[in-house]
């Protein structure tokens, strides 16, 4: 691979004169990639970088989780796989914005939707004609504590792993069994380096020294970046007999998910909420947001997270001038969409009054601060 390098713009962080590496962050729903992305914003020292985050649902979540810290250098695309979504050729304008020799930027991140196609991405990326930027390696992140029963449902996984440049092994602190899940990851991830990680802290260093090798992305462009029909064989979609895939998408993981977006400004109850919560099906793998439970906390809204059988909730102060507001995204696979909007919306509260017990089935999932991620 080679592509011209501007003159005008000084060398970037891995030492390229004019080119800017674009990093693809992958892994599977809920795996931790914002957390990853927010830890490298936030411990990047000098280095500038600009992402590109795409989420599955219609309601940017994602996007809200890094917008804070990044401004104007975030591009964000919601609402499907930023791999079917979004062609080479739009994705070129997006790097370009993100490229301009003003911005200065050491680095761009793609971080992709828990459900999109890696080996798309990286194609994408590599076929970019912006002269400014180069293919800076793909990032997979994998959930420790979830890696066992997410192979078992999605065997394509070890493909991602295999096409990987560096692959985090992210929830150190939750998995049972880390040391195995990290032998069984090393043995899949070929050469990639693989790291151990709790909340996505990594030195920052790994993202400017993931880039590949020329020699890799011959391997990879002939053996795994091949179009539509070359992973079919793997694909999940007629196995539960649930896909929802759009046409010429029936290879890819996100073929068989669906998505609910919710938003209210009506507050929602607590207790119903925790009802619904506890209730979810075993289909909806993964829940994200915000709430807010109105005269129950008027100071807080509550970001919630689900993660397979895992629930969060992190209370965060209102901006004083953000609307309230209730947006949620829930993601699964042989989920019924529109009873589960139906039931959300019964989750909304009649006739407000602060009830001081109301809160407590809410407060048992706040994370404890000895399990506190640093960079929230
Ligand atoms: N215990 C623990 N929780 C973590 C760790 N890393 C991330 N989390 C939590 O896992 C949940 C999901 O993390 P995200 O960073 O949003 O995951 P994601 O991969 O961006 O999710 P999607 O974009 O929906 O695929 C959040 O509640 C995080 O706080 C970790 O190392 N340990």
Redesign the pocket.
């Known amino acids: 691979m080679s592509q011209p390098s501007s003159p005008e713009r000084p060398p970037n962080a891995q030492g390229v004169p004019g080119q800017i590496p674009v990093v693809v962050l992958a ?10 992305l ?1 830890h490298l914003l936030h411990r990047s020292g000098g280095s500038r970088i600009a992402a590109v985050v795409n ?2 649902g219609a309601i940017e ?2 996007a809200m ?1 890094v917008a804070g810290a990044l401004g104007d250098s975030t591009v964000s695309l919601g609402n499907g796989c930023l791999c079917c979504a979004v062609d080479a050729g739009e994705l070129d304008q997006y790097l370009t914005r993100l490229a301009q020799p003003s911005a200065r930027v050491d680095v761009i991140v793609i ?1 992709a ?3 999109a196609e890696p080996q798309e991405l990286v194609r994408m990326v590599l076929a970019s004609e912006h002269p400014g930027i180069v293919y800076g390696g793909l990032v997979e ?1 994998v ?1 420790a ?1 979830e890696f066992d029963s997410t192979r078992e449902r999605h065997p394509e996984i070890d493909r991602h792993l295999g096409i990987a440049d560096l692959v985090v092994v ?5 998995a049972a069994d880390g040391e195995r899940v990290l032998r069984t990851v090393r043995e899949l991830a070929g050469r990639a380096a693989v790291v151990p ?4 802290r990594i030195d920052p260093e790994f993202l400017f020294d993931c880039r590949p090798s020329e020699e890799r992305i011959g391997q990879l462009s002939f053996d795994d970046l091949h179009d539509e029909g070359g992973h079919g064989q793997e694909r999940e979609e007629g196995q539960d007999g649930h896909g929802h895939a759009a046409p010429g998408h029936t290879g890819h993981l996100h073929a068989a998910y669906e998505s609910v977006s919710f938003s209210s400004e009506v507050p929602l109850d607590p207790r119903r909420l925790m009802a619904f919560l506890d209730s979810r099906p075993e289909g909806l793998y ?1 829940i ?1 947001g915000y709430v807010d439970f109105g005269v129950q906390d008027t100071a807080n809204r509550y970001a919630v ?1 689900a ?1 397979g059988r ?1 629930l ?1 909730f ?1 209370p965060e102060p209102w901006g004083r001038a953000e609307q309230r507001l209730t947006q949620l995204v829930l ?1 699964g696979s042989g989920i019924d969409a529109a009873a589960l909007a139906k039931e959300l919306e019964s989750c909304k509260e009649d006739a407000p009054h602060a009830d001081e017990h109301s809160m407590w089935g809410v407060l048992r999932y706040v ?1 404890a601060p000895e ?1 506190t ?1 640093p960079d ?1």
């Open positions: 892994g599977f729903l809920g795996s931790g990639k914002t957390t990853l927010n989420d599955f979540i994602d989780a971080e939707s828990g459900l992140v959930d504590a992210n929830k150190a602190d939750r990680a709790t909340y996505g993964r994200k997270h993660v895992f969060r992190y993601i994370q399990e991620d929230r």
